[in-house]
């Protein structure tokens, strides 16, 4: 029988640090047996519960995307006790995945759909997964269009900046970044918080779908320029998070009414998380 | 099925014959209360008894217990890999289990065993388990069962139901794991009256339980409504989030995980934790969806008798069994909960 509390044995492959206030690091792990990495089989979205013996285990969203092989990516915030002792791990550490767990955006629904990306501060995680996802020149032509709106308080706390200045250069995708504020007279993009800087750039709800992750408070003035917009709420996607442990429905403690946000989601409708207690 | 007749000085005998081929474990008396443990002297299985203090769910999922070991010594290939444990999944039988007791595990592997995810040491300890239980002639106040699905001589869980009849035991086989169990012992002839008996005592301890609520006149009532009644304030009010009711409760499974470490050797333990305790639901940045008592008071009912019916159909989770009802130092009584549910906040007059 699959021991699914078992997690694959892993060694990090490389550690980045992605944030001027260092609070944020990029792992890449690669599995020490491949079978394991075979039976790791994921969709964007999906997360993983990230294992260091002695510490513990968190869930940690995927940023990898299955198109990109032999790796899979986490960026982690520097919270508590585990995020804390993973950040002081090296290249060549041994550590732990146990995953893929929960549900993922609806990649087949969006198929055929524009797609407008809605991100804030380190919650980019998996909307990173998805674009690359989306980008893959296997995958570009199942789309509409592709809008990104990211932001974060000030240009040192945006992750993976590489990536977001080559994803500017590109005509299938419309990037939107922004900063609360900024005193950088080089700054080449928007100023503004996310609603109002999504608001401006009005991305069109005609066959569209949204996928909105970030802090709840830019989620909570976002949602009213998206409903403005025209998006209803079965075209709104977002994804959760609670306090989590096993990450397989089965430790009790992840629960939003009937629903374990550990298996059933992360990833909820707008139009869903409306039948539920508000209670997250 | 089968049935024998255990003349009751011949029990003994036959929990001696088990503990030779099985592991055994029943009701034993500690001191103040009977808890179920395994049986080491075949006299220490306690019959007479009403029900353990604890529900037998530590059988199957132990209050502690150590998932997976490791080392962390950096001289060995296999440091920071998390192994298996060696676990003795032999043939064992449980004797005494209440019918409450056996149904709760029931509506407890709807949790821990589904169709793509399986705990695996929940499912293999299950799966190695023979259950014989004992009917319920006499009901405590505290009980419930036929209120929630259950009763008092129900079967649901059971391999083998145990009945005392006075002189002895009428054993029924109810699942071909019982029949086979019962194929090895020598029985005693089988009392004339017995049949007619076991239908005596079923109707005595059935009547004698009652109604306490109506199940549906609260699973149909709109999740968001219940949620949302205020008498969750009128509940939380005297609770002191202790937590009794549900280290008690043979439906409560929640657990946590956590490593423990001793020098360069360590294990991951997996611990009983409760929807009553702040720490449970609580984020490392300071968030807490459920920080305030009555939400996770809310939490403990509406798990049990909305949350679950709804989610699986299969009725509520929680058996009767009244130890909650016993155990809360401040005697809220789950009957009473319910019953706000189906007729909204009834103030006292
Ligand atoms: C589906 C999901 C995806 C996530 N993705 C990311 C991500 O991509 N990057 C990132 O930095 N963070 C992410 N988080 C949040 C991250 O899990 C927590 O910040 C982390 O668990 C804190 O652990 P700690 O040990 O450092 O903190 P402590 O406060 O010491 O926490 C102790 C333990 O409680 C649990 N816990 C505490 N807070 C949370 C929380 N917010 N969510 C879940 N479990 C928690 C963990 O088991 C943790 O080990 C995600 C959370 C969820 C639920
Ligand atoms: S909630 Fe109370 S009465 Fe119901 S099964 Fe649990 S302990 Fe028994
Ligand atoms: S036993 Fe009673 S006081 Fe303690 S947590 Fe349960 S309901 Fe509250
Ligand atoms: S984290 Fe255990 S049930 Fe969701």
């Known amino acids: 029988m699959h021991n699914p509390y078992l997690p694959y044995p892993v060694r990090i492959e490389s550690v980045v640090t992605e944030s001027e206030d260092r609070n944020q690091k990029t792992f890449k792990l690669v599995f020490l047996n491949p079978e394991d990495e075979a039976r790791f089989r994921y969709m964007p979205g999906q997360f993983a519960e990230l294992s260091v013996a002695g510490q513990g285990e968190i869930p940690i969203g995927i940023a990898s995307s299955p198109t990109e092989k032999g790796f899979i990516m986490f960026t982690v915030n520097k919270v508590g006790k585990v995020s804390s002792h993973l950040h002081n791990m090296q290249e060549g550490d041994i550590m732990g995945v146990r995953g893929p767990l929960g549900n993922w955006y609806p990649w087949d629904t969006l198929e055929g759909k524009n797609v407008v990306i809605i991100g804030g501060g380190f919650a980019f995680t998996t909307l990173r997964s998805s674009i690359v996802y989306m980008l893959d020149p296997e995958n570009r032509s199942k789309y509409g269009n592709i809008d990104v709106v990211y932001g974060a308080r000030m240009p040192g706390l945006l992750l993976y900046k590489e990536e977001l200045a080559a994803w500017e250069q590109r005509d299938d995708i419309n990037m939107h970044i922004t900063v609360d504020g900024t005193t950088d007279p080089n700054w080449k993009y928007n100023v503004g918080f996310v609603p109002t800087v999504t608001k401006e750039k009005a991305p069109s709800a005609d066959n569209a779908y949204a996928i909105i992750c970030g802090p709840p408070i830019m989620i909570k003035f976002t949602l009213p320029v998206l409903t403005e917009l025209g998006f209803p709420p079965d075209r709104i996607i977002s994804s959760l998070e609670m306090r989590m442990k096993c990450g397989i429905g089965i430790c009790g403690r992840c629960n939003i009414g009937t629903e374990y946000v550990c298996k059933d989601g992360p990833v909820f409708t707008l139009e869903k998380l409306a039948t539920l207690p508000n209670e997250y | 099925m089968s049935e024998i007749y255990i003349a009751r000085e011949k029990l003994p005998g036959i929990v001696e014959q088990w503990m030779g081929r099985y592991r055994l474990f029943g009701p034993v008396f500690q001191g103040q209360y009977h808890e179920f443990e395994q049986v080491k002297q075949p006299g220490a299985v306690d019959l007479d008894f009403v029900n353990t203090k604890l529900s037998p769910k530590g059988l199957f999922h132990p209050q502690a217990e150590k998932m997976f070991e490791f080392t962390l010594d950096k001289q060995n290939p296999e440091a920071g890999i998390l192994k298996e444990i060696p676990r003795d999944y032999s043939e064992r039988v449980i004797l005494g289990i209440r019918p409450c007791d056996a149904r709760a595990f029931v509506l407890d592997d709807v949790n821990f065993n589904t169709n793509d995810i399986k705990d695996p040491w929940w499912v293999r300890r299950r799966e190695c388990s023979t259950l014989v239980g004992l009917a319920c002639n006499d009901p405590c106040s505290t009980c419930f069962c036929t209120s929630v699905g259950g009763g008092p001589f129900d079967t649901a869980g059971l391999d083998v139901l145990l009945v ?186």
């Open chain 2, 164 to 349: 005392d009849v006075g002189d002895g035991f009428v054993a029924q086989a109810v699942t071909p794991k019982g029949e086979d169990l019962l194929a090895g012992i020598q029985g005693d002839p089988m009392p004339g009256e017995a049949p007619q008996k076991i239908e005596d005592l079923k109707k005595a301890a059935e009547a004698s339980l009652g109604k306490a609520f109506q199940v549906e006149s609260f699973t149909q009532k709109n999740m968001l409504d219940l949620f949302s009644d205020p008498l969750w304030e009128e509940v939380q009010f005297s609770c002191i989030n202790c937590g009794t009711c549900t280290f008690v409760c043979p439906t409560c499974w929640c657990f946590d995980i956590q490593d423990e470490v001793s020098e360069d050797k360590g294990a991951r333990m997996r611990l009983w934790d409760a929807c009553m305790f702040p720490l449970f639901t609580y984020h490392g940045s300071g968030h807490n969806p459920r920080g305030q008592k009555l939400q996770r008071v809310r939490q403990r009912f509406m798990h049990k008798l909305k949350y679950y019916p709804d989610k699986y159909g299969n009725g509520v989770a929680c058996v009767g069994c009244g130890r909650c009802v016993k155990a809360c130092p401040v005697n809220i009584d789950i009957r009473q909960v319910a019953r706000l549910m189906s007729d909204g906040c009834v103030c006292p007059a």
